[in-house]
């Protein structure tokens, strides 16, 4: 599948270019849509693992998650954002919007679960950890301006690498 355009619909499921993969679908509707899956368990991974599909004990869609962040090929969009090309704030702000304040829980900023839409955020690095490795450079007077690492480490905790999204009450359970 070139050029997808890919739209999560909370508590719904997605639309990839203009056709639905809605929760509650079964596993081989989900092979007739996207082909022979790489099978892990009771999940389904397409796309170089960058998607991943879980389903419930009866074989029906309850989950999906992106998993590719920044350099990802698949850019999937929610709220009419690119999850991964968007600043981790306004991500994180767009879903406060449609979520509300409660009903989130935190892992210390490095996730977020936003229980009244069915979607969860994570990643390993945030701004606050970057600023430290700088600091923490300069001090040691390590020379950090040119160091692809910490260029790649800086667009790391600037964007959301991971976006899932469940049936209606999946965080909720």
């Not at 999940?43 to 350099?71: A, H, P, T, V, W």
Request: net charge negative.
């Amino acid at each position: 599948m070139k050029n997808l355009k890919i739209e999560i619909i909370p508590e719904q499921g997605l639309i990839i270019n203009g056709r639905s993969v809605l929760f509650g679908s079964s596993k081989s509707e989900a092979e007739g849509f996207f082909g022979a899956p790489e099978v892990v368990r009771n999940s389904f991974y397409y796309f170089n693992n960058e998607m991943r599909l879980d389903f419930d004990e009866k074989g029906e869609l309850e989950f999906i998650e992106f998993l590719g962040g920044i350099d990802a090929f698949i850019k999937p969009e929610i709220y009419g954002i690119s999850v991964f090309d968007t600043l981790e704030d306004i991500v994180y702000g767009t879903l406060i919007e449609h979520n509300g304040k409660d009903n989130v829980k935190s892992e210390n900023g490095y996730s977020y679960i936003f229980g009244n839409i069915s979607v969860g955020i994570f990643r390993e690095i945030k701004p606050s950890d970057f600023n430290e490795i700088l600091k923490e450079m300069k001090k040691n007077g390590i020379p950090f301006e040119n160091c692809p690492d910490l260029q790649k480490d800086k667009q790391i905790a600037l964007h959301w690498p991971t976006i899932g999204f469940g049936k209606k009450g999946y965080y909720n359970r």
